[in-house]
């Protein structure tokens, strides 16, 4: 169908998958991809293991494997979540398809999110939402209920 047009193809993907927004991975000058390379970038994934070798992603994409690299990879991300872990040379294949499957996140940075110290730091703009009560935001973009309802 895409006749070899990877962009064609990757938009089938995103209709395939009812994706909305192409997502896009933006670097650092200091941190360029090349095709094919995810080595240096940081990988974290919220996805949830259902059973065994059953994992669902954040946006609901399935994947069944009982491949046991797939498998300790995506339990090591989960564990670290909302942490990341920089991807490595040899993980760098296993962490782009997992990534193009919608099951990990890869960033050019290193993640936003990390334990809470004894005095954690907020934004002004952060500390703005939660002091007018109702949602904030996150560095994902997604809202939080700060009325505990």
């Given at each position: 169908m895409a006749a070899g047009d990877r962009i064609a193809e990757e938009q089938y993907f995103d209709f395939a998958r009812t994706r909305r927004f192409r997502q896009t991975l933006l670097c650092h000058?200091?941190?360029?991809?090349?095709?094919?390379?995810?080595?240096g970038c940081s990988a974290a994934s919220s996805a949830q293991e259902k059973e065994d070798g059953v994992f669902v992603g954040a946006s609901g994409t399935r994947m069944t494997t009982k491949h046991p690299a797939p498998v300790q990879y995506l339990r090591r991300l989960m564990g670290l979540w909302p942490r990341?872990?920089?991807v490595t040379a040899e993980d760098a294949g296993l962490a782009r398809e997992l990534h193009r499957v919608g099951m990990i996140e890869l960033h050019g940075f290193e993640g936003v999110a990390r334990l809470a110290g004894e005095r954690p730091r907020a934004s002004r703009f952060a500390r703005y939402q939660a002091g007018r009560g109702g949602c904030a935001?996150?560095?994902?973009?997604?809202?939080?209920?700060?009325?505990?309802?």
């Amino acid at each position: 169908m895409a006749a070899g047009d990877r962009i064609a193809e990757e938009q089938y993907f995103d209709f395939a998958r009812t994706r909305r927004f192409r997502q896009t991975l933006l670097c650092h000058a200091g941190n360029t991809l090349r095709e094919g390379s995810a080595a240096g970038c940081s990988a974290a994934s919220s996805a949830q293991e259902k059973e065994d070798g059953v994992f669902v992603g954040a946006s609901g994409t399935r994947m069944t494997t009982k491949h046991p690299a797939p498998v300790q990879y995506l339990r090591r991300l989960m564990g670290l979540w909302p942490r990341s872990e920089t991807v490595t040379a040899e993980d760098a294949g296993l962490a782009r398809e997992l990534h193009r499957v919608g099951m990990i996140e890869l960033h050019g940075f290193e993640g936003v999110a990390r334990l809470a110290g004894e005095r954690p730091r907020a934004s002004r703009f952060a500390r703005y939402q939660a002091g007018r009560g109702g949602c904030a935001g996150d560095h994902a973009g997604a809202s939080h209920d700060r009325t505990g309802g």
